[in-house]
């Protein structure tokens, strides 16, 4: 079956540190590849995807290239703000069907000023 | 532009009582429906989808139900609740069909079971 892993956390920067949370999934054929924040208390966002391998998705600095060869999606920011305090998700859909959604099991970041 | 809505936001119920948890979409037609629940500290588990009015599948056994009663609102259920029913419950949606769009999240709901 299809199964995403996430790097455990939690993970602690100092603000502009240099972000990597990895993620690496199990799936036939040619998943969509997503990442969601959760911000305190708040639903999920999604904040990036690729759709084919090799693409990369970006959104307020962060992004993700969808590496088919090392089936991996691992998510970067160069310079972390203390607002990107989260909890991050990486995900997939199953090519072909849009009924669910396999998520990791999430990262807690921290920032500290 | 789609939106969705969850209420109430937080709730506090003693065990034993009943529970209604209701999710609204606004902006699109037969969307896919879905209830997970998050505990505290952890991923996300899927509860329930629908593809379409009364059609609803479980993925976990347990004693929550949902139902759809129109197109667009999905609810979410319990004669008896538990302690371990407490927990942030998240609504969803997605375009039908479409397996590059991903899922759009609702605000959640706070459940305190005491």
Known sequence: ?113 | SQTIHQWPATLVQPVGSPLSLECTVEGTSNPNLYWYRQAAGRGLQLLFYSVGIGQISSEVPQNLSASRPQDRQFILSSKKLLLSDSGFYLCAWSVPGESTYGQYFGPGTRLTVT
């Open chain 1, 1 to 113: 079956g299809n199964s995403v892993t996430q790097m455990e956390g939690p993970v602690t920067l100092s603000e502009e540190a240099f972000l990597t949370i990895n993620c690496t999934y199990t799936a036939t054929g040619y998943p969509s590849l997503f990442w969601y924040v959760q911000y305190p208390g708040e639903g999920l966002q999604l904040l990036l995807k690729a759709t084919k391998a090799d693409d990369k998705g970006s959104n307020k600095g962060f992004e993700a290239t969808y590496r088919k060869e090392t089936t991996s999606f691992h998510l970067e920011k160069g310079s972390v703000q203390v607002s990107d305090s989260a909890v991050y998700f990486c995900a997939l859909s199953p090519s072909g069907s849009a009924r669910q959604l396999t998520f990791g099991s999430g990262t807690q970041l921290t920032v500290l000023p």
